[in-house]
């Protein structure tokens, strides 16, 4: 098989781009703790399509591309845990885990 | 027409763009089910979907261990312990009646703002990176980096791991009454 065109890298960091803003919304905008966490994950794998889409039209020659992609997926497994450990904890304190209704620290 | 389709569907230059817009589709539609959705399991199950077409873009660019990676990890993983976490707190069907908070239409204006601004520094920088043949032995050279220059990262990665699960374990524990 002959070497196929790849799409032009404009494609990527479009579509990149538009799901940063995706999970951007959805951490503004959503008042459960558990949906702001989903925009964030979202957020996450923006990042990352946008590491693997430089990294492939660099040409490959480097792996650093495809290591920051393995260390944002740690971190992102760490981070759901301790998230989700903490909402735990919130709503067996406030029964509920909307994020404007725990307000504890307002004055 | 169609003879022409047909060729570049033989020669494999057409499934190519072919498939980048069908992962793409599917990532952007069901990242914003996700924000959309009333109710929070179908988030986290569109969720999974999004996650699976990030993963089809992985595969496409030549990142075939990352996309098993993603496959497993995110779809595997964290999916399931976000819909763990939904159902211990929030209960199965439940929709509230504002899913939204106060900030919707400042949110809204500050992530297209954003998003106008990198499209448009986007289409007025021509990247004419040079797109060199297929990768070879991607996965090994993978393997490779992350266990000859990179394994400082490797292993802190490994004892973040370590203290997120203890953390979680001792912040989840039920406290003795």
Known sequence: MSVTPLPPIHGYLVVSTLLFAIGLVGVFARRNAIAVLLGIELMLNAASLNFVAFWRYRGGGQMEGQVFVVAIITVAAAEAAIALAIILNVYRRFKTVNVDQINLLKG | ?177
């Open chain 2, 1 to 177: 027409m169609i003879g022409a389709i047909w060729e570049s569907l033989h020669s494999g230059s057409l499934w190519q763009p072919l498939a980048f817009v069908c992962f793409a589709a599917i990532v952007l539609a069901s990242g914003l089910l996700v924000v959309l959705s009333r109710n929070l399991l179908h988030s986290a199950l569109w969720l999974l979907s999004c996650l699976a077409g990030v993963a089809g873009l992985f595969f496409l660019l030549g990142a075939e261990m990352l996309a098993a990676i993603q496959i497993l990890v995110y779809c595997g993983g964290i999916v399931v312990l976000i819909l763990f976490a939904i159902m211990l707190t929030h209960g199965l069907g439940h929709t509230d009646v504002r899913v939204a908070n106060q900030q919707l239409l400042w949110g809204s204006i500050g992530a297209a703002g954003l998003a106008g601004v990198v499209l448009h520094l986007l289409s007025q920088e021509s990247w004419t990176m040079g797109v060199a043949a297929e990768p070879v032995d991607v996965t090994a050279r993978l393997a490779d980096a992350l266990l000859n220059p990179y394994v400082l990262a490797f292993e802190v990665a490994s004892v973040v791991l370590l203290v997120a699960m203890v953390g979680a374990i001792v912040m989840a524990r039920a406290e003795p009454e």
